[in-house]
């Protein structure tokens, strides 16, 4: 498969996310069981771009060792000092020779632009041979966004952002989503001549584009079918939003494919999960890892499964968790066909339940169980006459001398 239209990518990651208050990236914090960065560089390298450049810089070495964990393909930048989006873009000016024609950038908090939508924009910069092509949207609560400013033709004059933004240019509602598709010589001919002429002091990438326009080159636009492709996360109020977005997106995907989800606002299921047609999950599930769930399973309320694989007709009670990390390494639990577990089981990975076996309720399962064995691991009940009392005196006399 060739490149797609001689593409470059450049997702940009080096900022600090003030506004979250965190000590953490903020590309790195989870919605759905995978970071912020995940969905982006998922939805980047389905378009089968020549190369994918991300810039680092605030905590870059958490970023980097995920990116290498994860993403070993992708090319690390770093930007030491953050002094803006187009002195970041610059950083990647040392590649030049190994870019594409066209550079499409992205910012790494974005997580909900589909790869449908990266297509089209660089389809219609490359079409309507655009020097850039900017995706926009039309926003009811376009606050904390830039704005694009067009004439009364329709043809995109620049784009401002808010803190510079008149009071008039404030109630346009069509948003810039920070994602643009440039001809790559138009790109870096025009960056260096970007200021900090700005109430943040900063080099705006979005300040490229009035300086296009007024030399004459086409600059489009293509706007988002969904506004919410558009959204950034820069608080922990818009991460919320994002994640409840993210979870209808990935149960919806699973209900159109023959999925039963009886409750799917308080189901969360990651998206590398694959689950077979005609099982039924139940309310208030969290489903993690690259689990993997056969057809007709039975997956029961309060369920928690981690890393786990799961055959075909598995009926699962409530309340069962897979416990899959012992502080050093993440291990697999494997159930196979036609299981039964009982409610309030706890398995200990590594573990593999056999075909047609049945897990009694309330189990620990620390060892693995042959097929069509039936296992039961509890304690046998003991009942201690007066022990409550003793117990409840015995803490009272400790919480006496702590206070003494």
């Known amino acids: 498969m060739g490149y797609c239209q001689n593409l470059s990518v450049i997702v940009l990651a080096a900022g600090k996310g003030k506004r979250m208050k965190t000590e953490m990236p903020k590309v790195l914090h989870y919605i759905c069981y995978q970071p912020i960065l995940y969905y982006v560089l998922s939805s980047v390298k389905k378009i089968n771009p020549k190369n994918i450049f991300l810039i680092v810089g605030h905590k870059a070495k958490g970023i980097k060792e995920y990116i290498e ?14 002094l803006g989006t187009a002195h970041a873009v610059s950083m990647v000016k040392k590649f030049y020779s190994d870019l594409g024609n066209n550079i499409l950038i992205i910012p790494g908090d974005s997580p909900l632009i589909t790869s449908d939508t990266l297509k089209k924009l660089v389809n219609k910069k490359t079409a ?27 043809n995109i004059l620049k784009i401002v952002e808010e803190t510079d933004a008149t009071e008039e240019e404030k109630q346009i ?14 790109l870096f001919k025009n960056i260096i001549n970007i200021n900090t002429k700005n109430q943040q002091g900063e080099y705006y990438l979005t300040d490229i584009v009035e300086k296009l326009v007024k030399k004459g080159l086409k600059v489009s636009c293509l706007k988002a079918k969904n506004n919410w492709e558009a959204i950034g996360i820069n608080d922990r109020v818009q991460l919320y939003r994002t994640e409840k977005f993210m979870q209808k997106r990935i149960n919806i995907k699973f209900m159109e ?4 989800i009886k409750d799917p606002d308080s189901c969360y299921i990651g998206a590398e999960v694959k689950i077979g047609r005609d099982s039924v999950i139940e309310p208030f599930c969290f489903i993690k890892g690259k689990t993997k769930i056969g057809r007709n399973c039975i997956i029961g309320s309060f369920s928690q499964l981690t ?6 007709g598995v009926n699962i009670g409530v309340s069962a968790v897979t416990i899959n990390y012992d502080g050093f390494k993440k291990f697999k639990t494997i159930i196979e066909d036609n299981v039964f577990i009982g409610s309030d089981t706890i398995f200990v990975a590594p573990v593999r339940i056999g075909k047609g076996a049945i897990v009694a309720a309330g189990s620990v399962i ?7 064995c039936l296992a039961i691991a509890r304690s046998k009940q003991k009942n201690i006459k007066d022990g409550a009392i003793r117990y409840r005196k015995k803490k009272k006399e400790s919480n006496n001398k702590w206070e003494d």
């Open 257 to 260: 494919n023959g999925v039963t």
């Open 69 to 82: 964990d994860k993403f070993p393909e992708i090319e690390t930048v770093y930007q030491q000092k953050q």
């Open 366 to 372: 620390t060892e693995d169980v042959e097929p069509n």
């Open 307 to 312: 890393d786990c694989e799961i055959g075909s």
């Open 128 to 154: 309507g041979k655009s020097s850039a092509s900017i995706l926009t949207a039309v926003s009811p609560n376009p606050e904390g966004y830039g704005r694009v400013i067009k004439d009364k033709s329709g």
């Open 173 to 186: 509602n069509e948003i810039n989503s920070s994602i643009y598709c440039f001809d790559k010589i138009d």
